[in-house]
């Protein structure tokens, strides 16, 4: 046997492993909201979460949540995914174009450098391929996005992971909408700014999820407000259904707050919001060592 089969054969005997660890025990999502240069804040409860030691089996994103979420499904760590926010070409990627082209290309060159290591991938190709399937990730993802022309959610299973991601975040106003076939999609937070129902959709047993929100609408769920915003009360359900709800405190910061000390602090807050939910983390890690989805129990 050739070294290279040696390696292809462990790699996946490696892989059948993870699966039958997988399925012995129920599964867990992260879910990671919207917020434009709030997600720096996601950045931060990245690293306790990898801390806390607790295996994420999918994760689901809308707008910022999906760059992160979808970086974090291809391998990229919190370390690395902390790098770039604070670096001077990942924050003017923000701020220096309102078209969004120039984001694509660099979150193109991302995902193909990290695909092309993927055997499954094929060598150089990247996710040029429009029949891609989220699944086949590492940790598979979905994000969220919105279809204007028929103002409905649009759940991206498939295709180039870059331009479901640039979907995802394409804030109406700010960035022009992804056309995809007949759709033209535009930010997923415009309906489902934290998709836990996509996430148990997709078969989940527990929800981490990461809000940051600031302006929560606790007492706009009634009257005119219902009618003008159906999303609040699909948010407000998806709160709730949360096990690990993590809400970093934010206040005072805004989605445009794409300058490096304010990204910095952001970082900082997410990982104190991160570390605040270390007993409920370490608690969900004892349970899934069980093999109990007893959601009751968190």
């Not at 801390?51 to 910022?64: A, H, K, L, N």
Request: aromatic share 4%; with cysteine.
């Amino acid at each position: 046997m050739t070294k290279k089969s040696t390696l292809l054969l462990l790699s996946l005997l490696l892989s059948l492993s993870l699966c039958a660890q997988t399925a012995s025990r129920p599964r867990v999502a992260l879910v990671l909201g919207g917020g434009g240069a709030k997600g720096a804040a996601t950045v931060g409860v990245l690293k306790a979460v990898e801390e806390s030691g607790v295996p994420i089996d999918m994760v689901v994103g809308t707008s910022i949540g999906s760059i992160v979420g979808g970086l974090y499904s291809l391998g990229y760590r919190s370390e690395q995914i902390d790098s770039m926010f604070r670096s001077q070409e990942w924050l003017e990627l923000f701020t220096g174009s309102l078209m969004g082209d120039s984001i694509v290309r660099t979150l193109r060159g991302m995902t193909a450098a990290a695909l092309s290591s993927m055997p499954q991938h094929g060598c150089g190709k990247g996710d040029q391929s429009d029949s891609l399937s989220f699944d086949s990730l590492p940790i598979p993802f979905r994000c969220v996005a919105v279809d204007m022309l028929r103002m409905r959610e649009v759940v991206l299973s498939s295709g180039s992971l870059a331009e479901a991601m640039r979907a995802s975040m394409a804030i109406p106003l700010v960035f022009k909408p992804v056309k995809m076939g007949s759709m033209r999609l535009v930010d997923g937070g415009v309906l489902n700014n934290l998709p836990v129902d996509v996430a148990r959709d997709m078969g989940a047993d527990f929800v981490i999820a990461v809000d940051l929100t600031v302006n929560k609408h606790e007492n706009g769920l009634s009257g005119l407000n219902a009618l003008l915003r159906p999303d609040l009360k699909k948010y407000g359900q998806n709160c709730e259904d949360a096990d690990v709800y993590i809400n970093p405190d934010l206040k005072g910061y805004g989605a445009q707050d794409f300058m490096p000390r304010k990204i910095a602090e952001m970082i900082a807050i997410g990982e104190k919001a991160g570390h605040h939910a270390q007993k409920d983390l370490k608690k969900l890690k004892k349970q899934l060592a069980k093999g109990k989805n007893e959601r009751k129990n968190l």
